[in-house]
């Protein structure tokens, strides 16, 4: 009897022994040799077992017309499907590309793909794509699905911002695609810009909840100085508005710091309460916002840096250390020394020249490098750390696209 419980136990050990995590990592790579001029990308799976790198495969190459635009931040589905900004559908198992017509993802609902087309505030079409049936088809019934601006969290309301001269409106969207009275009538500017700025300003917004949200004003130091709506609603002389907002300006260069004040507003009781301040920002080359990271927090993004917004407790917390996801967190602030050092379970791993745009899974780190100090908009390749191996793999790479993600086989 002993005799079987020992053999038996060989077995379930060996069992459990043979078991081996497969995990692919999905990168696009610029090919040079298209005409010399790297418009378009391979799709490629660099394949690990147990941690280590094992070897490469090609999903979709440079055939397939694909650009780096095109599939920079795209999603993936079910470890299995990648879905482009721009509506394409990319099957990893089959290596196919299902669907190629631009349109833009609406939402996923299990195996069906709801994208739509906007062509005015009055018209957009609806698409409905079927995983199982590979059939894309337009949704005949729009009932639910009329929405613009930035959706909440349950799809019945749409916000959308529209810029009167000085400031921005905020208008409000129920899911009959009926505009509601302007709910917020001035939201100001924007982003305060540094004149090295290349961007647009923009209000940050992000939905709370289905009935709350966020968004930022911005102030001046400067209290007194006056707003632009204001100046345009009394002066009755164009060109003394102009001659004031360049004076504002030049001001608020000199000053060259403002004061983000965070409301939440209550889409049912059309009511706003002020969460929090932060205060001495610099002026911006790039718009401030929002984000959710992985683990549902509100993430405020500004010149000054970032912030974990507690909005029950109305404080923020200052982020040394951005999240990435599965207990990966990387250096937010660029040392010149060493660039970001990375962390898994709160416990450095190793310090990189990087940017923090990284890509994880579970015990699974990635992200573009490259020598210390060098530009990092021509990166070396990618860096990978597992914590089976616990060690950084180098994937040497001459023109890297972008990172896509991971899947686990």
Known sequence: MLKYIIIGLVLISTCFASVHRHNSLIVAEYDTKDRGTGDYVNLVLYHFADGRLTSK???LDVTSRITNYELKNSLLYK?????????????????????RERSRLYETRGDSLI?????????????????????????????????RGILSPNHKWGLEFERTPFSSELL???????????????????????????????VPLCWFDNENFLYVSFESIDSNIEEPALMFKESKSRDTVLAKIVDRLELFEDEGTAT????????????????????????????AYFYSDSDGSIIFVCSKGTYDIKVEDKKDRYFKFKNSGFNFSIEVEMNPEYGRIIKYQNKEIGRVWCDYGSKTTDGFFSVAYGDVGSNLGYPKGVLVWNNI???????????????VGWIEE
């Not at 009926?178 to 300003?201: A, E, K, L």
């Not at 939440?264 to 301040?277: A, G, P, T």
């Open 260 to 287: 983000a004040i965070i409301h939440k507003f209550n889409i049912k009781s059309r009511s706003s309460e002020i969460i929090m301040e932060i205060d001495s920002i610099p002026l911006a080359c790039s718009n």
């Open 172 to 202: 409000l969207y129920d899911s009959t695609y009926n505009q509601d009275t302007i709910i917020i009538s001035d939201c100001g500017i924007g982003t305060p810009m540094s004149i090295y700025s290349s961007v647009f300003p923009k």
């Open 79 to 99: 470890d299995r499907y990648v879905i482009t900004p721009v509506g394409h559908i990319i099957d990893i198992q089959t290596k196919l590309m299902l669907k």
């Open 57 to 59: 495969d090609t999903i």
């Open 115 to 147: 994208f739509y087309k906007f062509f005015s505030p009055e018209y957009t079409e609806y698409y409905i794509y079927d995983l199982n049936k590979k059939y894309y088809e337009k949704v005949k019934d729009y009932a639910g699905l009329k929405l």
């Open 389 to 403: 191996t616990q060690k950084w793999t180098e994937i040497e790479i001459n023109w890297l696209s972008s990172i």
